[in-house]
């Protein structure tokens, strides 16, 4: 059971790795994709929903990235500058 929970926390924090990369490099529809498939394991992280908001925002799809951020907000992650870039969406 401690090995499989290990292989889990392993591939969480490999899945975060890729997307953060593929995210830098700007590779917005490749990094919405990682950062859906990684919040399907983890939906309390905030900092993954703010980078899906992101990356959804790049792609002009505004009310999925209204929603990431939101979710960003949600889980108390930089509820500031989650909120505003909610109102960005739309503007």
Do not use: H, I, M
């Not at 953060?20 to 498939?37: G, I, Q, R």
């Not at 959804?56 to 500031?80: D, G, I, T, V």
């Amino acid at each position: 059971r401690c090995f499989a929970t290990f292989l889990l926390g392993a591939a969480v924090l490999l899945a975060q790795k890729d997307a953060d990369a593929l995210f830098a490099s700007k590779n917005w529809a490749e990094a919405s994709s990682a950062y859906e498939t990684k919040l399907k394991s983890d939906p309390s992280d905030g900092q993954s929903w703010f980078r899906l908001g992101e990356s959804l925002l790049e792609l002009k799809r505004y009310p999925e990235a209204a929603e990431a951020f939101q979710k960003a907000r949600q889980n108390y992650f930089r509820p500031p500058q989650s909120t505003v870039r909610v109102a960005t969406v739309w503007v």
